[in-house]
């Protein structure tokens, strides 16, 4: 699993776009579903957010949301995410994830 870290502050829309690739060529993802969950530790702590996510398989991209709202609910610090990718076959693959970290914020509405 590859490893990326994602940073956000309290109350901002955190929106992320990742590109799959294989030696260089788009990997063609239609067909594929996705859930990304961040969570307060790697051993199944409770669960911080709920990422919604969406496919554009022949771009090979997925998009990886946590809304406004919700980020303003969560604490400062640290957290764990996670992607899990499955096909129409049923293979499931975790293919990328790594540290949630939740900034303050110092500007509030």
């Not at 955190?14 to 961040?38: C, H, P, Y």
């Not at 991209?61 to 604490?75: I, Q, R």
């Amino acid at each position: 699993m590859k490893e990326y870290d994602i940073r956000v502050h309290r109350g901002e829309t955190m929106k992320r776009e990742l590109r799959f690739r294989q030696n260089g060529e788009i990997v063609d993802l239609t067909g594929w579903s996705a859930k990304s969950q961040v969570r307060e530790d790697v051993d199944g702590g409770a669960l911080a957010a709920e990422m919604v996510t969406s496919i554009e398989g022949p771009e090979g991209k997925v998009t990886l949301v946590v809304p406004a709202e919700v980020t303003a609910g969560m604490e400062s610090g640290g957290y764990v995410w996670d992607l899990r990718m499955t096909s129409e076959e049923d293979e499931v693959l975790y293919c990328i994830g790594g540290k949630f970290i939740v900034l303050p914020s110092v500007t509030m509405e």
